[in-house]
């Protein structure tokens, strides 16, 4: 059976990077012009904000990728988000995350805690082009959000943690979402946590942004006194987590015929 950790089977080579399928036909596109205009897409419309960020491989932190969260505020203490790969139309989705402030966190059994991640690093770096570590290293972005606008929002996320699956490993080559889902980690200032300068780059030049300048000005916003050590399992204890799947019998409620 398949592991997060390992490389699914391969798919038939070639050199078509798109996916696989056959382009739409002019009847599907009139089917879905028609629901979206026939059918209200609640879920979706409540996305609110667009992040872009980076994530690490809790198995592999070596392998480390930009991603782009379209984020739904459930309530003042909850946060839901897809994950795409990229914001173009032609995104695919890679994943999901859910924020959660501290107070949520902390009732969590301490099993659980070991599987989420703290965000202040990315806030704090501005890798988050939003969030807080995350938030203060500027790592943490809101593309074209101004930064008055944007201010107040790593105030409040900077004593958040949160937990992301991604379900598609797009840079290996995976032409579809193949094999287990793997969790992920948040960026942080310490060893294997520190994100390529060369992705941060890349980033800041397709947004025409500094993550130097995002930094400096997020020197003013406050740390959390205290973060939890459950949370950023592997900085205390030097492990990952990976997820595999294995057959299992079925639970029934009666025999089948």
């Known amino acids: ?9 391969p798919m038939p080579t070639g050199s078509d990077p798109r996916l696989p399928g056959q382009p739409m036909t002019m009847g599907q596109h009139m089917i879905d012009k028609g629901a979206q205009i026939l059918q ?12 872009c960020t980076f994530a690490l491989y809790s198995h592999d932190m070596t392998r480390q990728i930009e991603t782009h969260h379209f984020i739904t505020r459930v309530n003042q203490d909850f946060l839901q988000c897809a994950v795409y790969d990229t914001d173009h139309a032609q995104g695919r989705l890679i994943g999901v995350e859910y924020i959660v402030s501290d107070r949520i966190f902390e009732a969590l059994p301490p099993e659980e805690q070991k599987l989420w991640h703290s965000l202040i690093h990315m806030l704090m770096s501005l890798n988050l082009y939003l969030i807080f570590d995350f938030i203060k290293s500027g790592l943490w972005v809101n593309p074209q959000v101004p930064g008055v606008i944007e201010r107040p929002e790593l105030e409040n996320l900077a004593k958040t943690y949160g937990k992301c699956w991604c379900t ?7 032409k579809l979402p193949l094999g287990a889902p793997s969790l992920m980690m948040s960026p942080q200032a310490v060893n294997l ?3 390529s300068p060369e992705l941060v780059h890349r980033r800041d030049n397709k947004y025409n942004i500094s993550t130097e ?3 400096a000005s997020s020197v003013e916003i406050a740390e959390p006194e205290w973060l939890n050590p459950q949370a950023d399992y592997w900085k205390q204890h030097g492990k990952g987590f990976a997820i595999d799947i294995k057959s299992t019998d079925m639970k029934l409620r009666a025999p089948f015929p």
Do not use: E, I
Request: hydrophobic share 30%; charged share 25%; proline share 6%.
């Open 40 to 51: 209200s897409l609640k879920p979706v419309k409540q996305m609110s904000q667009h992040v």
């Open 193 to 195: 946590g520190q994100v």
């Open 168 to 174: 598609w490993q797009v840079d290996r080559g995976d």
């Open 213 to 215: 300048a995002l930094r």
């Open 1 to 9: 059976m398949t592991s997060s950790d390992k490389s699914p089977s």
